[in-house]
């Protein structure tokens, strides 16, 4: 599998990760999709659910804004940059796309980045982007 990973701010800067057009993975080497019922005693179904979506990858050396665009914005104090669209394509290869999830109005929870670990497959250490879909907004996912 290959991701592709788009995620946009208001004002339309765009951060991208992986490659739409490759038929490897650059940076991103997991994506995790989490639809989490909040209250884990229900017992019915709850309409208090959140989108969380969790991205891990290696740092790779050509892509260093990148990474500096994902901790720009895990660190704004800006209002308006805190919320983003965020694109998914989930890919079996560069002409085929398997699933893609969009998620309106996503923040940063947490923003990692590791470095200098030997066990791991980058040598330049790798990140984690922790995201969470502002509440309310549940009804908008779309995946296709």
Request: hydrophobic share 35%; aromatic share 12%.
């Amino acid at each position: 599998m290959f991701y592709s990973i788009t995620i946009t701010s208001e004002d339309d800067k765009v951060i991208n990760l992986g490659d739409k057009d490759s038929d490897q993975n650059t940076d991103v080497t997991e994506v995790k999709i989490h639809l989490d019922t909040t209250d884990d005693s229900a017992r019915q179904k709850s309409l208090v659910m959140l989108a969380k979506v969790k991205i891990c990858g290696k740092i790779v050396e050509d892509s260093k804004s990148v990474y500096k665009a994902l901790f720009d914005w895990a660190k704004s104090l800006d209002k308006n940059q805190w919320y983003r669209e965020v694109v998914i394509e989930i890919k079996i290869d560069s002409n085929t796309v398997y699933r893609t999830y969009r998620f309106e109005k996503m923040f940063v929870v947490d923003y990692k980045e590791f470095y200098g670990n030997s066990n791991v497959d980058s040598e330049y250490g790798t990140f984690e982007l922790d995201l969470t879909q502002k509440e309310n907004l549940f009804k908008t996912i779309e995946n296709y």
